[in-house]
C-alpha cells in the first residue's frame, strides 16, 4: 500500500497558443521551481527552467537523459536535516516510460511499513506535466512491456504540441489548482476531447515504429521464465566487459537500492546505490553472496524481471533504454534476452 491519497479521475481539455503557454509558464516561476527539457550539444535534459529558457523548452521528444526520478531520490543527501523543500515543483516533459516507473518508486519508498519522508515530501511538492513521445530512439521499448508512448498514468497534465497548439489534458486536482492559479495570465480554452487528426496518427506511427524495431524482443512476462531458466554461462558471457561501473543502475528510472553511511558530525548519508558494485551484498564478517562477478552482473536481470514484479506487483523495466546507452561496457540487455528466448 502507498500512501498517496488515489487522484481523483478528471479530465478536462484546454487549448492555447504556444505564445499563451510560455505566458503560463512565465506565471509559474513566481511560485514554482519548474524544470524541463532543453537541448544541448546535441543531447536533451531537464534544466531549471528561467524567464529566458522559456522559449527553449522541448516538447514531445523522447526521454531527457536523466530519469524522472533524480528529482525524488537524490544521488547522495544527509537524512539527519529536515528537508529544505518548500517550493512545488513542475516537472514539464515527462515521457510514458518514466511516469510509469513511479508505480514501483512509490511502492517502494511509500509503503505503509516503512515511508521515506523525504521521498514523501518530494513527491507531494511535484507536479507532473506528462509528455507524449512524437518520435522514438534507437534503443526505446516501451510497447514490449505493454507501454504506449502516450502517458496513460501518475501525470497531472498531459501536453501535446501540434500544428501549432499547446493541448493540454488535465488528469487530477493538483493539476487543474496549478492553471486555476495562472489562468489569469493566458487565455486557457476550454477544448473538446476529440483530438486533431494530426496528432492520432502521429501517435500511431511513433507505436508501430517502435514495435517494428523491437519485433524480436521478448515481452515481460517471456523474459521473466527466460531469465529464471537461463544458465550459467549466459551471465559470464555478457558480464565479460562489464566494468561494475553502475551507471545503469543510476540512470534507470526504476533502481532504488540505496545505502546508509555515518559520518563524523552527526550526519547519516543515504546513497544511491548498484548491485552491479563490488561488495553490494558484503556483511559483517566479509562474506558476499555476490563475490563472483557474474552471479552480481545476472543480479540485475533477477531483480527487473523477477524479484520486483512478484514482491511489488509493478514493472521493473519500463522499456527506457538508458542502460543500453549509458554501458560503457556496450552490454546491450535485449541482445542478451534475444539470445536467451531463441
Ligand atoms: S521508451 Fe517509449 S515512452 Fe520512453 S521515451 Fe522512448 S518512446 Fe517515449
Ligand atoms: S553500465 Fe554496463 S559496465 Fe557499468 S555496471 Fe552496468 S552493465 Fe556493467
Ligand atoms: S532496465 Fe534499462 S531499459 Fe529498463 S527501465 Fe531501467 S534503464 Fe530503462
Excluded at 259 to 274: H, N, S, T, Y
Aim: glycine residues 6%; contains cysteine.
Amino acid at each position: 500500500m502507498n500512501n498517496l491519497p488515489e487522484p481523483e479521475v478528471l479530465v478536462k481539455h484546454y487549448e492555447l497558443t504556444a505564445e499563451a503557454w510560455q505566458k503560463a509558464i512565465g506565471a509559474m516561476l513566481g511560485s514554482h521551481t519548474v524544470y524541463a527539457p532543453v537541448k544541448r550539444w546535441g543531447s536533451m535534459d531537464y534544466e531549471p527552467i528561467t524567464v529566458e529558457k522559456i522559449r527553449s523548452i522541448v516538447y514531445n521528444e523522447p526521454k531527457p537523459v536523466s530519469p524522472l526520478k533524480l528529482f525524488l531520490l537524490p544521488v547522495k543527501e544527509n537524512v539527519v536535516l529536515e528537508p529544505d523543500i518548500v517550493r512545488p515543483l513542475v516537472v514539464i516533459g515527462t515521457p510514458a516510460c518514466d511516469l510509469w516507473a513511479l508505480d514501483l518508486l512509490d511502492k517502494f519508498y511509500l509503503n505503509s511499513d516503512l515511508i521515506d519522508p523525504y521521498y514523501k515530501l518530494r513527491r507531494e511538492k511535484l507536479i507532473l506535466i506528462g509528455t507524449d513521445c512524437h518520435s522514438s530512439l534507437e534503443h526505446c521499448h516501451c510497447t514490449s512491456y505493454g507501454i504506449n508512448p502516450v502517458p496513460e498514468k501518475n501525470q497531472d497534465i498531459l501536453i501535446s504540441v501540434i500544428d501549432g497548439k499547446v493541448l493540454l489534458e488535465v488528469h487530477t486536482e493538483k493539476g487543474e489548482r496549478l492553471l486555476e492559479s495562472i489562468k489569469g495570465v493566458a487565455e486557457f480554452q476550454a477544448a473538446g476531447n476529440s483530438l486533431p487528426e494530426t496528432l492520432l496518427q502521429k501517435r500511431r506511427e511513433v507505436k508501430s515504429a517502435i514495435d517494428k524495431a523491437n519485433k524480436q524482443l521478448p515481452n515481460y512476462q517471456e523474459t521473466t521464465s527466460a531469465v529464471k531458466n537461463a544458465g550459467e554461462e549466459i551471465w559470464e558471457k555478457y558480464a565479460k566487459t562489464c566494468v561494475s561501473c553502475g551507471a545503469c543502475a543510476t540512470i534507470c528510472p526504476t533502481c532504488t537500492c540505496f545505502l546508509l553511511i555515518d559520518r563524523p558530525g552527526f550526519e547519516k548519508v543515504k546513497q544511491m546505490d548498484a548491485c552491479q558494485y563490488p561488495g553490494f551484498q558484503r556483511v559483517a564478517g566479509g562474506e558476499d553472496p555476490h563475490r563472483q562477478h557474474h552471479i552480481r552482473f545476472s543480479n540485475r536481470y533477477f531483480c527487473k524481471y523477477v524479484f520486483r514484479p512478484e514482491k511489488f506487483d509493478a514493472l521493473a523495466c519500463t522499456g527506457c533504454g538508458r542502460c543500453i546507452e549509458a554501458c560503457i561496457g556496450r552490454i546491450n540487455k535485449n541482445e542478451l534476452f534475444i539470445e536467451i528466448t531463441r
